[in-house]
């Protein structure tokens, strides 16, 4: 069975991107991708390019330009970044022309890590550049891998304000706004307009609790919603073990249609891949 990974970053995590002490380039990092995209049945990953940019997280022409170089667009893809604090008009016509160009295939916000909610008016010319072109904005919610994060802007009910606003854009809520899963889920159930990935549920593996307890609330939200094309299979790598994560689907209780919804189908559709 083919797998599409729909939530990859190449960003330098501390402790997680180093080998000796030494932090590993850009190539190096992608270089780490493709072998454990390899291991692992990965045929396709979207990267998702950071809230900001700086030594350890590069820009989305930068990761362009490395995919680029290296001959594997493919295999990959990339989701642009996008901070009202961080990024600039030019930044958003650049965004315009790879979407139109199919160079990116989405744009993510970084609710949370970036103090404002999703529902700020100034995230509208994102959702209406992503309604336009038919293309998915990602939205991250939940818990978040940062102390200076504030939550209250990545809790999943915020998603609704911009799904009923916005009924014809594509949006999906990153990490099944964990812990909110239960509210992550009564918002996919209302807007058919959402979708969720189950990306970065946890940092390196799965312990066996931690399988039990994950697997237990996406199949509660499974029935709840009634719709296995809602969920996208998302890893979160390297911040969680891409092995790790592909075993604990395993755990769920998903017939071979759903199963292949998940970790293949779905992703391939919303995104508008052509593999």
Same mark, same amino acid.
């Given at each position: ?143 978040? #891998? ?6 209250? *802007? &990545?809790?999943?009910? %915020?998603?609704?304000?911009?799904? !009923?606003? +916005? $009924? ?37 593996? #799965? ?6 307890? *994950? &697997?237990?609330?996406? %199949?509660?939200?499974?029935?709840? !919603?009634? +719709? $296995? ?47």
């Amino acid at each position: 069975m083919s797998i599409i990974d729909c939530h990859i970053h190449l960003n330098n995590y501390d402790g997680l991107n180093k080998t000796e002490n030494k932090v590993l380039s850009l190539e190096e990092r992608l270089n780490a991708l493709l072998e454990s995209m390899e291991d692992n049945g990965i045929v396709y990953s979207l990267i998702l390019s950071s809230y900001k940019v700086d030594v350890n997280r590069p820009s989305t022409s930068q990761i362009i330009e490395s995919i680029n170089l290296n001959n594997v667009e493919d295999k990959i893809g990339v989701v642009a970044g996008y901070a009202i604090d961080n990024h600039t008009p030019d930044d958003l016509i650049n965004y315009r022309e790879w979407i139109k160009d199919g160079i990116i295939k989405g744009i993510k916000l970084y609710c949370g890590y970036e103090h404002h909610y999703p529902y700020d008016e100034r995230y509208q010319i994102v959702y209406d550049m992503c309604t336009e072109f038919d293309c998915p904005v990602m939205i991250h919610t939940g818990d978040a #891998f940062s102390n200076t994060a504030k939550i209250k *802007y &990545a809790h999943p009910l %915020n998603i609704d304000d911009v799904a !009923v606003d +916005n $009924p014809d854009l594509k949006i999906v809520m990153c990490h099944i706004g964990n812990p909110w899963i239960t509210d992550c889920q009564e918002v996919l159930y209302k807007n058919k307009n959402v979708y969720a990935d189950i990306s970065g549920l946890i940092v390196g593996n #799965f312990t066996s609790s931690g399988e039990r307890h *994950y &697997a237990g609330k996406i %199949n509660e939200m499974l029935n709840y !919603v009634e +719709n $296995p094309h809602r969920l996208l299979y998302g890893s979160d790598w390297p911040i969680s073990n891409m092995k790790s994560y592909v075993n604990f689907v395993q755990k769920l209780e998903l017939d071979k249609e759903s199963y292949e919804l998940l970790m293949f189908k779905n992703s391939k559709s919303i995104f508008k891949l052509s593999l």
